[in-house]
């Protein structure tokens, strides 16, 4: 994910799972990349807002923080040394969870969620979202319950980027053109949000046997 940009650089933040992004870590100064993009669509802007962020999902919600005025941000992962970004926002209002309690409280991301909806002095307009799609549909849901507004950043493998080869699909949607930003209305009508991806080969799986695949 591009996750830091200003007028004169910008910089991307990946974790090394596969071909690409191994090889991506060997890069050195001076060594050359191809970029193309960018594709699809963007968040909004909006005020009253919270980013509920999982694991390294927090890299591509970063940039959606720095151009927001004061959100909450509830981040977590498994555990303290898969988290990102602590030193870089320290003075941020951050809420951060670990699955095993080993750095800040002890749980889940939606839980912690669920308490600051259910809270009305919140007053929290919009929910923003990225990480492991099965955190996020879960993030719908609460949102659904408590009728506030989502908007999620789903991932999915990507061949062409605009909108050809039909691998991102999710149901009618096609990601990398009509995402990867999806609203609340835009997920209610997407069942496959939440179950489903497909892998290379354009066939359709679970999404454990895709993140399996993926990991």
């Not at 498994?78 to 951050?94: P, T």
Request: aromatic share 10%.
């Amino acid at each position: 994910a591009v996750s830091y940009c200003n007028k004169n650089e910008f910089a991307f933040t990946s974790q090394s799972i596969g071909r690409f992004t191994n090889s991506l870590e060997k890069i050195k100064k001076g060594d050359k990349l191809g970029i193309r993009g960018p594709y699809g669509n963007s968040f909004s802007i909006k005020e009253n807002a919270c980013v509920v962020a999982g694991g390294v999902g927090l890299s591509s919600v970063s940039t959606l923080i720095d151009s927001l005025k004061n959100p909450l941000v509830i981040y977590g992962a498994r555990s303290k040394w898969h988290l990102i970004y602590l030193k870089r926002y320290k003075n941020k209002n951050m809420l951060i969870t670990t699955d095993d309690g080993s750095f800040g409280r002890k749980g889940f991301t939606i839980d912690a969620l669920e308490e600051v909806l259910k809270n009305k002095k919140n007053k929290i307009k919009i929910v923003y979202t990225c990480g492991p799609e099965i955190m996020m549909k879960k993030v719908f849901d609460i949102c659904q319950k408590y009728k506030v507004e989502l908007e999620a950043s789903l991932e999915r493998y990507m061949a062409c980027g605009f909108g050809i080869c039909g691998k991102c699909m999710v149901n009618d949607q096609i990601v990398c053109i009509d995402g990867p930003i999806f609203n609340s209305k835009q997920l209610g009508r997407m069942p496959e949000f939440g179950n489903t991806a497909r892998l290379k080969s354009g066939r359709k799986v679970s999404l454990k046997e895709y993140h399996s695949i993926h990991a």
